[in-house]
């Protein structure tokens, strides 16, 4: 029998060892960073540009992990108008977050350079939540886009945090989509409103705050919604919606989407839009990013894997820089239209 030199062993295991490895990379979300890469580069943010960002923690998930916030902005001053944007509200929508993480890239590279960007940021403070459900987005990045047994939207307790916002009164639904009350729907709405670490955190964060205008990044339509989300009715501030979701378009370099109010699409109970507008007088909006369509594809028919439907693969650059710009638009907008402040609440709506 022939002995098997060493060298040979060697490099048959090396070549086990790299396949292994190739099979893995094939098998990863690339080009979605991990919850850990992401959030190493957001506490890079306030060290790279001491004087323009803070970074806060504005609690914690269920599992005990961080919600980040970064505030972007030079004046110093307590109470300067605030706009938010939020991603990541969804489990297994990354690509909201990586618009996200694109828009302070973009915010902190120009904020020097663009004298009107300049000016803006040292009138208001606009603030980043890169991921408002870090259990969950941890959960999908760790079932290389399976979700588990929690499934693809909720966060770690099994609720649908985009139903767990105060309902407003009165308001019911039979759509499938628009919230449901048992547990293992995937629209779960919790067991009461704000039930959530998540959730609450959020809602927190506005109530106590100065915020004019309010942006949460999901995917995967192609739409910019404005409220109401659970009435056909038309809000009396709409017209100065579609002004904003048309500054959104403007600053989009590509690809614009289409500017619908929410119900339309599909009725939404316990969502912060509505809660935002009308609990507490801020323009809150849904900014849909990216196509089903492109996804296809993009990505999605070669795999027939969920994720790959919410997010685009070889398309992930091209799309957050479409849409990056339009947020730094539409924030600017918003400020013009509402002067930095909230719009005035419906007294029937009981503040919670």
């Not at 690339?30 to 580069?41: A, F, G, N, V």
């Not at 119900?263 to 007088?281: H, M």
């Not at 918003?334 to 005035?344: D, I, R, V």
């Amino acid at each position: 029998m022939r002995r098997i030199k060493p060298g040979l062993i060697l490099t048959l295991v090396l070549i086990l060892i790299s396949g292994r490895a190739y099979a893995q990379a094939k098998r990863s979300l690339d080009p979605y960073p991990s919850l850990e890469e992401m959030c190493r580069e957001v506490n890079s943010f306030p060290k790279e540009n001491p004087d323009l960002v803070k970074l806060e923690q504005i609690g914690k998930s269920v599992e005990g992990r961080p919600i980040y916030l970064l505030r972007v902005g030079w004046s110093k001053s307590e109470g300067q108008p605030q706009a938010l944007i939020a991603g990541g509200i969804h489990a297994e929508e990354f690509i909201g977050a990586a618009v996200g993480m694109e828009f302070a890239r973009e915010l902190m590279s120009q904020s020097k350079s663009d004298p009107g960007l300049k000016d803006l940021l040292g009138k208001i403070e606009i603030d980043i939540i890169p991921v408002q459900n870090p259990d969950g987005y941890a959960r999908v990045y760790d079932t290389k886009g399976k979700g588990g047994k929690k499934g693809m939207r909720k966060n770690a307790d099994g609720v649908d945090l985009n139903r767990n916002f105060p309902v407003v009164p009165g308001s019911k639904s039979r759509h499938p989509l628009a919230g449901n009350r048992r547990p293992r729907s995937s629209y779960y709405m919790g067991p009461e409103p704000l039930s959530e670490p998540e959730s609450r955190a959020m809602a927190e964060l506005v109530k106590n705050g100065h915020y004019f205008v309010v942006f949460n990044l999901h995917s995967v339509a192609g739409k910019f919604l404005y409220p109401y989300a659970h009435s056909k009715g038309i809000a009396p501030d709409r017209d100065l919606f579609v002004r904003i979701g048309q500054a959104f378009n403007s600053g989009q370099k590509k690809y614009r989407y289409q500017i619908q109010q929410s119900y339309s699409w599909y009725p939404t109970l316990g969502d912060p839009d509505d809660y935002n507008y009308l609990g507490l007088g801020i323009p809150s909006f849904t900014v849909e990013v990216s196509t089903v369509k492109s996804n296809l594809l993009d990505r999605g028919l070669k795999t027939f894997q969920e994720f790959w439907v919410a997010n685009p693969g070889e398309k992930y650059q091209a799309w957050i820089e479409n849409d990056a710009p339009g947020l730094i638009a539409a924030v600017a907008a918003a400020y013009q239209l509402t002067n930095g402040e909230p719009l005035k609440v419906k007294p029937e709506w009981k503040k919670q």
